[in-house]
């Protein structure tokens, strides 16, 4: 199973990812709405010139035609009439006239010197305000103020409309004032319509959305876009619909506003109702010219039937804002577009039930890859985890673009990325630490080959314990007690070593896995940890390795004696195979753990290395090592009954290799050898004992004691009195 660092390495991403994504902090706002601004600026909404919203701009080129800001109010009177004459539907006021006219000549007379003063207040003697024609012209016409909410206190902001609403109270849920820099009363009382000017910007002071109600001292008022919609059409109430209203399923909880009805447009809104408005380029299609309006330049067409939105897109006059397309437009704008986006049916919403998805999608996503990513290779897993972030930004995109949603694919694309990243990067941990577990352990026991491959494929290492086919092999030297006694503990360290050291060099040459040392005696076996299909015929070769390994170390041993002139006796040693099913893993304790094998063929093996001492043989094999291994040199050695067994075993003499299972010499010994078990077998003992005798003078050396031995046994068999050969 998996490790717990694997689990905490992924598991640390995904929490982290679902914790912030649930707290929402305000950077990761930040970065969402840049997001969706790059939705809009790959995908704005075109312009379209036939939409019923046209801009009166006090540009560059009115101010020179007509004068510096403020202009006189007789001059926005003017201007009004205009439009009214031209057949604006509604005529709306990007800007607060909160102070009397300042150019109004009344007001100008009283900056003149004393003696010139009075002439002229008797020239202008009953004559309107400006103020008052402004007034004049505001009641004759469309008309729609602007007014500023603050959070201070303000002056009286006269309601033109009327609200009604369904549900939960909007007033909890839209952004709350407590005062007001409205229209002068009397221009206030003239207008068909008064609307707030506030912008809502985000962080990055960016506007993405706009305000269609705010709540002033416990009441709901309409902003400038909405009210001019109001007028337009001429309605005279909003509708507003909020959480629980009939037909809702807000389930008893109060999420906000939902929509609000302005005449016979329904508009969706945010909770707090607010629109997020899908923006156009600016275009210089949407713009008339102050003074072209008042020169009478401008096309009945342009302007009749339209809601005219008057504002400044003069830089000097500092009402510029951000929006998603551009860095700087002019406040009024943004007016107009969000009527468009309205009129037009345009949405773009950020649905209540987006967050909620997004965590849900992230937690799922996260869970699959952490359990994708241990069963597929790391360049895959990369493969599906880019493909899954792809599909995120492609679902995203898909949408925006079809169904006018903002989803947001960074929060479990970057919980996505962050899992990849961290889960790899704790397999690969994982990996390293297994191989350096792989390199230690079996370093020791197999060959650095096989301990390669065990370390690249450690998923073909069953260390739970398994039970498969291995040939087993059992290497004791004889007569060890005796050869103990003669040595010192240093000495004896230093044969064991120079026994032990090549003796293990020749199974692991071999392929084999050397399972312990037990004193002087080896165990090995084939076919685990990694396969070997030729287990039987490999553990065969490295025993006759090792016994001809051995007779060289003698030679060595001999001649150092001589050279010391000390006394020397050729050590021998016995090796029994065995091949069958057997357990092999990890075995041992909760301590101590070994990767070893258990099983009847292992204590059949022992068993056979046992019985070479009285066979006197170097190498026996059981009969299911020589049936596996059937290319080398085997010969029938006998039926005997082994310790711990219920039932005899034919055991078989390992003579040689392929080439001299090949040989005519092998053919020669194998018939003579044949001969003598006929003739032992069917009592002919005399005759058994010459062939044996034969065999033992003729036969390779390491199996001449063998031969000599069925000699003795054939000899004490034909004369029951001599009670040598018969305990021989």
Same mark, same amino acid.
């Given at each position: 199973?998996?490790?717990?660092?694997?689990?905490?390495?992924?598991?640390?991403?995904?929490?982290?990812?679902?914790?912030?994504?649930?707290?929402?902090?305000?950077?990761?706002?930040?970065?969402?709405?840049?997001?969706?601004?790059?939705?809009?600026?790959?995908?704005?909404?075109?312009?379209?010139?036939?939409?019923?919203?046209?801009?009166?701009?006090?540009?560059?080129?009115?101010?020179?035609?007509?004068?510096?800001?403020?202009?006189?109010?007789?001059?926005?009177?003017?201007?009004?009439?205009?439009?009214?004459?031209?057949?604006?539907?509604?005529?709306?006021?990007?800007?607060?006239?909160?102070?009397?006219?300042?150019?109004?000549?009344?007001?100008?007379?009283?900056?003149?010197?004393?003696?010139?003063?009075?002439?002229?207040?008797?020239?202008?003697?009953?004559?309107?305000?400006?103020?008052?024609?402004?007034?004049?012209?505001?009641?004759?016409?469309?008309?729609?103020?602007?007014?500023?909410?603050?959070?201070?206190?303000?002056?009286?902001?006269? /309601?033109?409309?009327?609200?009604?609403?369904?549900?939960?109270?909007?007033?909890?849920?839209?952004?709350?004032?407590?005062?007001?820099?409205?229209?002068?009363? /009397?221009?206030?009382?003239?207008?068909?319509?008064?609307?707030?000017?506030?912008?809502?910007?985000?962080?990055?002071?960016?506007?993405?959305?706009?305000?269609?109600?705010?709540?002033?001292?416990?009441?709901?008022?309409?902003?400038?876009?909405?009210?001019?919609?109001?007028?337009?059409?001429?309605?005279?109430?909003?509708? +507003?619909?909020?959480?629980?209203?009939?037909?809702?399923?807000?389930?008893?909880?109060?999420?906000?506003?939902?929509?609000?009805? #302005?005449?016979?447009?329904?508009?969706?809104? =945010?909770? $707090?109702?607010?629109?997020?408005?899908?923006?156009?380029?600016?275009?210089?299609?949407?713009?008339?010219?102050?003074? =072209?309006?008042?020169?009478?330049?401008?096309?009945?067409? @342009?302007?009749?039937?339209?809601?005219?939105?008057?504002?400044?897109? $003069?830089?000097?006059?500092?009402?510029?804002? $951000?929006?998603?397309?551009?860095?700087?437009?002019?406040?009024?704008?943004?007016?107009?577009?969000?009527?468009?986006?309205?009129?037009?049916?345009?949405?773009?919403?950020?649905?209540?039930?987006?967050?909620?998805?997004?965590?849900?999608?992230?937690?799922?996503?996260?869970?699959?890859?952490?359990?994708?990513?241990?069963? +597929?290779?790391?360049?895959?897993?990369?493969?599906?985890?880019?493909?899954?972030?792809?599909?995120?930004?492609?679902?995203?995109?898909?949408?925006?673009?079809?169904?006018?949603?903002?989803?947001?694919?960074?929060?479990?694309?970057?919980?996505?990325?962050?899992?990849?990243?961290?889960?790899?990067?704790?397999?690969?941990?994982? @990996?390293?630490?297994?191989?350096?577990?792989?390199?230690?352990?079996?370093?020791?026991?197999?060959?650095?080959?096989?301990?390669?491959?065990?370390?690249?494929?450690?998923?073909?290492?069953?260390?739970?314990?398994? &039970?498969?086919? #291995?040939?087993?092999?059992?290497?004791?030297?004889?007569?060890?007690?005796?050869?103990?006694?003669?040595?010192?503990?240093?000495?004896?360290?230093?044969?064991?070593?120079?026994?032990? &050291?090549?003796?293990?060099?020749?199974?692991?040459?071999?392929?084999?896995?050397?399972?312990?040392? #037990?004193?002087?005696?080896?165990?090995?076996?084939?076919?685990?940890?990694?396969?070997?299909?030729?287990?039987?015929?490999?553990?065969?070769?490295?025993?006759?390795?090792?016994?001809?390994?051995?007779?060289?170390?003698?030679?060595?041993?001999?001649?150092?004696?001589?050279? /010391?002139?000390?006394?020397?006796?050729?050590?021998?040693?016995?090796?029994?195979?065995?091949?069958?099913?057997?357990?092999?893993?990890?075995?041992?304790? $909760?301590?101590?753990?070994?990767?070893?094998?258990?099983?009847?063929?292992?204590?059949?093996?022992?068993?056979?290395?046992?019985?070479?001492?009285?066979?006197?043989?170097?190498?026996?094999?059981?009969?299911? &090592?020589?049936?596996?291994?059937?290319?080398?040199?085997?010969?029938?050695?006998?039926?005997?009954?082994?310790?711990?067994?219920?039932?005899?075993?034919?055991?078989?003499?390992?003579?040689?290799?392929?080439?001299?299972?090949?040989?005519?010499?092998?053919?020669?010994?194998?018939?003579?050898?044949?001969?003598?078990?006929?003739?032992?077998?069917?009592?002919?003992?005399?005759?058994?004992?010459?062939?044996?005798?034969?065999?033992?003078?003729?036969?390779?050396?390491?199996?001449?004691?063998?031969?000599?031995?069925?000699?003795?046994?054939?000899?004490?068999?034909?004369?029951?009195?001599?009670?040598?050969?018969?305990?021989?």
């Amino acid at each position: 199973m998996w490790s717990r660092l694997y689990w905490l390495a992924v598991g640390g991403p995904l929490a982290a990812g679902l914790l912030v994504m649930g707290a929402d902090p305000a950077p990761l706002q930040d970065l969402r709405n840049g997001l969706f601004d790059l939705y809009q600026r790959a995908a704005p909404r075109p312009y379209d010139p036939d939409l019923p919203v046209r801009v009166v701009d006090v540009d560059d080129a009115s101010l020179a035609r007509v004068g510096q800001w403020p202009w006189p109010r007789t001059t926005i009177a003017a201007l009004t009439q205009k439009l009214a004459d031209l057949g604006a539907a509604a005529i709306a006021f990007d800007m607060v006239f909160s102070e009397p006219d300042r150019l109004d000549p009344a007001a100008v007379v009283k900056l003149l010197p004393a003696e010139a003063r009075a002439p002229a207040e008797a020239a202008l003697a009953g004559r309107d305000s400006s103020d008052h024609q402004l007034a004049a012209t505001l009641a004759a016409s469309p008309s729609v103020l602007g007014a500023i909410l603050t959070h201070g206190r303000g002056g009286a902001y006269a /309601e033109k409309w009327g609200m009604a609403s369904a549900g939960d109270d909007p007033r909890a849920f839209v952004p709350r004032f407590s005062g007001a820099v409205a229209p002068l009363p /009397e221009l206030a009382a003239a207008a068909r319509g008064i609307g707030a000017l506030n912008w809502l910007p985000d962080r990055d002071q960016v506007v993405r959305r706009v305000p269609i109600l705010l709540g002033l001292d416990g009441k709901l008022v309409p902003s400038l876009s909405a009210e001019a919609l109001r007028v337009a059409q001429g309605a005279s109430t909003f509708v +507003v619909r909020a959480s629980n209203a009939s037909g809702d399923q807000a389930f008893g909880t109060k999420s906000g506003i939902t929509a609000v009805k #302005i005449g016979a447009l329904d508009v969706a809104t =945010d909770a $707090a109702g607010e629109v997020r408005v899908r923006f156009t380029a600016t275009d210089p299609r949407r713009f008339l010219s102050a003074a =072209d309006v008042l020169d009478g330049k401008v096309p009945p067409a @342009e302007v009749e039937g339209r809601i005219i939105l008057v504002g400044s897109s $003069a830089p000097g006059l500092m009402d510029t804002r $951000a929006t998603p397309l551009d860095a700087a437009v002019p406040g009024v704008e943004i007016q107009a577009q969000l009527i468009e986006h309205i009129v037009a049916g345009a949405r773009l919403v950020r649905p209540d039930w987006a967050r909620g998805a997004e965590i849900v999608l992230t937690g799922l996503l996260g869970l699959l890859l952490a359990l994708a990513l241990p069963r +597929v290779s790391a360049p895959i897993a990369g493969v599906l985890g880019l493909a899954v972030v792809a599909a995120l930004g492609a679902g995203a995109w898909l949408a925006f673009t079809r169904f006018d949603l903002l989803l947001d694919p960074m929060g479990p694309g970057a919980a996505v990325l962050g899992i990849y990243g961290m889960g790899v990067l704790a397999l690969y941990r994982d @990996e390293q630490r297994q191989k350096k577990w792989v390199r230690s352990v079996f370093g020791r026991f197999v060959s650095p080959k096989v301990v390669e491959r065990l370390a690249e494929n450690p998923e073909r290492l069953v260390l739970g314990g398994e &039970t498969r086919e #291995i040939t087993i092999l059992f290497c004791d030297l004889r007569d060890f007690t005796s050869l103990s006694e003669t040595m010192d503990a240093q000495a004896l360290t230093r044969f064991m070593n120079a026994y032990l &050291t090549p003796m293990t060099e020749v199974v692991l040459a071999h392929g084999g896995t050397i399972d312990k040392y #037990i004193g002087d005696a080896i165990m090995a076996f084939w076919n685990a940890p990694v396969d070997d299909a030729a287990h039987a015929r490999n553990a065969a070769l490295c025993a006759l390795a090792m016994s001809a390994r051995l007779e060289a170390l003698n030679e060595e041993w001999r001649r150092a004696a001589e050279a /010391e002139g000390r006394p020397w006796h050729p050590v021998r040693c016995g090796v029994g195979l065995a091949t069958g099913p057997c357990c092999v893993g990890n075995l041992g304790s $909760a301590q101590r753990l070994e990767y070893s094998c258990l099983g009847d063929d292992v204590n059949l093996a022992s068993r056979i290395e046992g019985a070479t001492k009285s066979m006197r043989v170097d190498i026996l094999v059981s009969e299911a &090592t020589r049936e596996a291994a059937g290319d080398l040199a085997f010969l029938e050695a006998d039926l005997l009954m082994l310790k711990g067994k219920s039932k005899a075993s034919q055991l078989y003499l390992l003579a040689g290799d392929p080439d001299f299972s090949r040989s005519d010499a092998f053919s020669l010994l194998e018939e003579r050898h044949g001969a003598l078990m006929a003739a032992y077998g069917a009592g002919s003992f005399g005759e058994a004992a010459v062939l044996a005798e034969a065999l033992a003078a003729s036969a390779p050396a390491r199996l001449a004691r063998f031969y000599g031995l069925y000699a003795e046994r054939c000899r004490g068999a034909a004369n029951p009195t001599d009670t040598h050969a018969a305990s021989a």
